[in-house]
């Protein structure tokens, strides 16, 4: 499996809605190899991300997703509010598209 996504950043951030403390990742898809199929580079690419944002975290934890287009600001993000990462999955990530 070659590398889909690279991260550029990680910064600690307060969330005083929720009383929490979290570290969003900045990440970008990374260009398919010449020999593979674009959208199962994208597909792949996603489902890491996704494995890749869930890690490191216990059952109780609260995550959230909000993807967002650094050209286009003008495009709102989409996102999925935050939960316990029990009740939150791939496929949870999936239905948001």
């Known amino acids: 499996m070659s ?3 690279v991260v550029d950043g990680e910064i600690t ?3 005083s809605r929720f009383s929490a ?3 969003p990742p900045s ?4 260009l398919p190899p010449a020999d593979y199929d674009p959208i199962t580079h994208f597909l792949d690419g996603m489902s ?3 494995e890749y944002a869930l890690r490191n975290c216990s059952e109780s934890d ?3 997703v909000t993807i967002s287009d650094e050209v286009n600001v003008q ?3 989409i996102g999925i509010s935050f939960r ?3 009740k939150l999955s791939v496929e949870v990530i999936w239905s948001m598209f």
């Open 13 to 15: 951030r307060q969330y």
């Open 27 to 30: 990440v970008r898809l990374l």
């Open 48 to 50: 890491d991300l996704f």
């Open 21 to 23: 403390t979290g570290t």
């Open 3 to 5: 590398q889909r996504f």
């Open 84 to 86: 316990r990462k029990k």
């Open 62 to 64: 609260m995550e959230g």
């Open 75 to 77: 495009d709102k993000p």
